[in-house]
């Protein structure tokens, strides 16, 4: 996981706090993508960027979710203002081709109270 | 359209038992595949991959799978169940649209 770096790894927010998502790729990479993971709805796919343009962000669930991808180091993905639905595992991905499979990030754990 | 099914949400074997886990998938167009394992509390991390070249791949850890056109196919095997397997486990395909398809997962139980 050393190709993507996530921060933070854990946060713990009050609901209708705002609440911002890091990501750092390693370079390299054509596409980002951003997951979101429950036991109810497992992974699920919230939006991608290609060459730093969002592409889909068709599973962003509400107007509350946010993300941007400014350059080609860095991402973020806000939720604004938070609930406690939200709370799940929020993982980063990379990929330089769909053919190479993506590196993903260790995961930021989101629990909202 | 494109889908990847994993055929059993949980295995269970015992410690230096086979194992084996399902998939299948549809595509329209010779698909890439990969195999993801996912530990408790941590990310997901690739086990191998399949994008038309041999169709048994050998990935890390002892796991291999073995693409089967006829059989729509891409199973995940291991001769011999070690604790540390313990995990989720995901079978993936590589849409044409640059997304991955994950299946629903397979969680391996190893016990003593």
């Known amino acids: 996981d050393a190709g993507v770096i996530q921060s933070p790894r854990h946060e713990v927010t009050e609901m209708g706090q705002e609440v911002t998502l890091r990501c750092k790729p390693i370079?390299?990479?054509?596409?980002l993508f951003w997951y979101r993971q429950t036991m109810m709805r497992g992974l699920e796919l919230l939006i991608y960027?290609?060459?730093?343009?969002?592409?889909?962000d068709s599973g962003m669930p509400e107007d509350r979710f946010s993300a941007k991808m400014p350059n080609a180091s860095f991402s973020t993905l806000k939720i604004q203002p938070s609930e406690p639905r939200d709370s799940a595992v929020y993982f980063c991905?990379?990929?330089?081709?769909?053919?190479?499979?993506?590196?993903f990030g260790s995961g930021t754990r989101l629990t909202v109270v | 359209a494109q889908s990847v099914t994993q055929l059993d949400s949980h295995v269970s074997v015992s410690e230096g038992t086979p194992v084996l886990l399902r998939c299948n998938y549809s595509?329209?167009?010779?698909?890439?595949l990969f195999w993801y394992v996912q530990h408790p509390n941590k990310g997901l991390q690739l086990l191998l991959k399949?994008?038309?070249?041999?169709?048994l791949v050998k990935g890390i850890n002892g796991f291999e799978a073995e693409f089967k056109k006829s059989e729509t196919s891409f199973h995940l095997t291991k001769p011999s169940a070690h604790m540390s397997d313990a995990a989720e486990y995901f079978c993936?395909?590589?849409?044409?649209?640059?997304?991955?398809?994950f299946g629903q997962g397979t969680t391996l139980q190893v016990k003593p």
């Open positions: 991905a990379i990929s330089g081709h769909p053919n190479y499979g993506y590196t």
């Open positions: 370079s390299g990479h054509n596409s």
């Open positions: 960027f290609n060459n730093n343009v969002p592409i889909d």
């Open positions: 595509s329209s167009y010779s698909p890439s």
């Open positions: 399949y994008t038309s070249a041999a169709t």
């Open positions: 993936v395909g590589a849409g044409n649209t640059g997304k991955l398809i």
